[in-house]
């Protein structure tokens, strides 16, 4: 199945400590992206990559980092040096910008910091 | 900030057409208005987006004003599965930033 991919759905990680979250996609889209969700709230744009070896800060990036080595692949780091790191992350991808672009998002990644 | 103005929540009754509103008035010329649900604890799915004609598909239609000041979401037959918070963005498709505001909570009663 075409799709995007998040691992794993659930995670927990102590105060102090850098994760990783996974997203992978074989939808061949050049560009990725990953939100922020807080209870009750919209999406807030982290970081976006518009295609390999690129990538630029979104509304609320500091405390984050990204890398896109891979088409396929944009995992997002959160370090010990974002202040409130618990929330709902998620990573959407679209076949590029203009006109009849559509971002597909998916299912998602439950941080936990404890 | 969203540039949107949606109500917070609606009700409707299975089987009926669920209309939900959304008021856009600042909307620039290259802006589309792209339609997304969030079920619970899941990633936001894709609805429908448009420009100024209105849109149809298998999941809903999307009615733009003519003024593209305004639309509303049209679910024609709504069921306990539309249960969901959707969320009305305006947004150019060639910035690649959607801004999501609080979007509707609607309900969908048996």
């Known amino acids: 199945d075409g799709g995007i991919t998040q691992s794993p759905k659930y995670l927990f990680r102590k105060e102090g400590q850098n994760v990783t979250l996974s997203c992978e996609q074989n939808?061949?889209?050049?560009?990725m992206y990953w939100y922020r969700q807080d209870p009750g709230q919209g999406l807030r744009l982290i970081y976006y990559?518009?295609?390999?070896?690129?990538?630029q800060k979104g509304d609320i990036a500091e405390g984050y980092s990204v890398s896109r080595e891979k088409k396929e692949s944009f995992p997002l780091t959160v370090t010990s040096a974002q202040k409130n790191p618990t929330a709902f992350y998620l990573c959407?991808?679209?076949?590029?910008?203009?006109?009849?672009?559509?971002?597909?998002f998916g299912p998602g990644t439950r941080l936990t910091v404890l | 900030d969203a540039k949107t103005t949606q109500p917070p929540s609606m009700d409707c009754a299975e089987g009926r057409a669920a209309n939900l509103p959304c008021n856009h008035s600042?909307?620039?010329?290259?802006?589309?208005v792209y339609w997304y649900r969030q079920i619970h604890s899941q990633g936001p799915q894709y609805i429908i987006h448009?420009?100024?004609n209105n849109e149809t598909n298998e999941m809903a239609s999307l009615i733009i004003t003519e003024d593209r000041k305004s639309s509303t979401l049209i679910l024609p037959h709504a069921t306990l599965r539309d249960t969901a918070v959707y969320y009305c963005?305006?947004?150019?498709?060639?910035?690649?930033?959607?801004?999501f505001g609080k979007g509707t909570k609607l309900s969908v009663k048996p």
């Open positions: 959407a991808s679209s076949s590029g910008t203009g006109e009849g672009s559509t971002q597909y």
């Open positions: 939808l061949n889209h050049d560009a």
């Open positions: 990559s518009q295609i390999v070896n690129d990538f």
């Open positions: 600042t909307i620039s010329g290259n802006e589309y």
């Open positions: 448009g420009l100024k």
């Open positions: 963005i305006v947004s150019s498709p060639w910035l690649g930033n959607l801004i």
